[in-house]
């Protein structure tokens, strides 16, 4: 079952980045690609903030929406084929607002 979606509530969550310092960011969507569900943030502050970047960690199974448990991807592979799945659910967000939801 694909219950990828993007993530229409404001919902924040604070990540640890790599110099051990909290950043909060905008989650944007949850979403499938291979064996896993991944989510996608946005940040909303610090100097990440406004540049368009999107953070995207794998979830741990195991969790809920509401108790996130992110893993970073070491994998250049995987990463790759979250990223392509994040950008086919942005790709067919998008064909749906211009052209509804046939």
Not at 31 to 45: C, M, Q, T, V
Not at 69 to 95: G, H, K, P, T
Request: aromatic residues 10%.
């Amino acid at each position: 079952m694909d219950d990828s979606r993007i993530i229409e509530e404001d919902i924040t969550v604070s990540i640890a980045i790599d110099d051990g310092s909290e950043l909060l960011c905008d989650m944007v969507a949850i979403f499938n690609a291979g064996d896993y569900r991944y989510i996608a943030l946005s940040p909303k502050e610090g100097p990440y903030a406004d540049t368009g970047e999107i953070f995207i960690y794998r979830l741990n199974s195991a969790k809920t929406d509401e108790d996130l448990d992110l893993i970073n991807i070491e994998d250049d592979d995987e990463f790759e084929m979250a990223s392509q799945a994040f950008e086919v659910l942005m790709d067919r967000e998008e064909f749906n607002a211009v052209f509804g939801d046939e």
